[in-house]
């Protein structure tokens, strides 16, 4: 017990001296991943998409052969950064191409590298979980937008794409609580999120587990958050568990089906509104069965 006492003084020493700066970092830190992720998930989707043009016997053999060009480089560009660690390819971009250029390429901001970093990890996740959403969408209604004149544009961003954004939010949220961790390798490159503020306090300190333990608790945090805003969002898309029927225009308009307001909900009316509902529903029916009995 006495060691927890002293654990939590000890955190509460570095915290009194050192909070502004690790606030900094948690700040850099959700940022970065915020930033990475949004933009890992538009290359992931285009990728995604363009993987899974179709390719019919009446295209030309240019389109053809583009298109296999094109997907066998995606594919490239999916194992190479699904199959090597970040801090690799952070330092593979921020000190490799000036070995490669002659120094001609050079960046002076950590953030541009972080951020590109980031993203295109990400992106190469995203695109094999983008590609596994679109086929994940039954085939059926993407036959028939095209039946209905459709083209594959149209379909993919008024038919497939909802359903499937709404298939792979989990993995989307999955890749953002992974790059508030895995930002903490961009100390490689004198990236200061975090992690990094960790270690400066460290060696100012010579405390190692105290601000270790803070570390802890704020990646717990920030992760714990991230997870309850995903869900909540993730209930929002789905809509409403108790939806209604109801049908609006005359034609459509069936026997037992009564008419209603649409923005207007049946459980929201009052006694003398609801009457009224009914009643005009019986005598709908009933003119109904008169109509088929002549």
């Known amino acids: 017990m006495e060691q927890f006492v002293k654990l939590g003084s000890d955190m509460a020493s570095l915290w009194s001296k050192y909070g502004g700066t690790y606030m900094g ?8 991943a915020s930033v990475g992720t949004a933009i890992g998930c538009l290359i992931g989707f285009l990728c995604g998409i363009v993987q899974t043009i179709p390719v019919s016997r009446n295209d030309s053999v240019v389109k053809k052969v583009l298109l296999k060009i094109v997907q066998v480089i995606l594919r490239i560009y999916v194992e190479v950064f699904r199959g090597t660690p970040m801090i690799l390819q952070a330092v593979f971009i921020f000190y490799g191409l000036p070995y490669f250029t002659n120094n001609s390429i050079q960046f002076e901001g950590k953030w541009l590298v972080s951020i590109l970093v980031v993203s295109i990890n990400t992106g190469a996740y995203m695109t094999e979980s983008m590609r596994g959403g679109i086929i994940s969408v039954d085939p059926g209604q993407t036959e028939g ?19 499937a954004i709404r298939n ?9 609580i992974i790059n508030v ?19 400066s306090v460290v060696g100012a300190t010579f405390t190692y587990f ?22 909540l969002l993730e209930k929002r898309m789905d809509g409403k568990s108790d939806y209604e029927l109801v ?18 909900s049946e459980k929201d009316m009052n006694p003398d509104e609801r009457a009224a509902l009914q009643k005009d529903a019986q005598s709908r029916i009933e003119d109904r069965s008169g109509k088929e009995a002549r």
């Open 181 to 199: 961790k895995d930002t903490s390798v961009m100390f490689i490159i004198g990236f200061t999120d975090f992690f990094a503020v960790h270690k």
């Open 168 to 176: 792979i939010m989990p993995q989307i949220g999955n890749n953002f």
């Open 247 to 264: 049908a609006v225009d005359q034609l459509t308009l069936p026997a037992g089906v009564y008419h209603v307001d649409a923005k207007k």
């Open 25 to 32: 970092g948690i700040w850099r830190t959700l940022i970065l």
């Open 145 to 163: 937008a095209m039946a209905i004149g459709m083209t594959h544009f149209q379909t993919m961003t008024s038919v497939v794409l909802p359903q």
């Open 210 to 231: 105290p601000s270790a333990a803070i570390e802890m608790i704020g990646y717990l945090t920030m992760t714990l958050l991230a997870s309850w805003l995903l869900r």
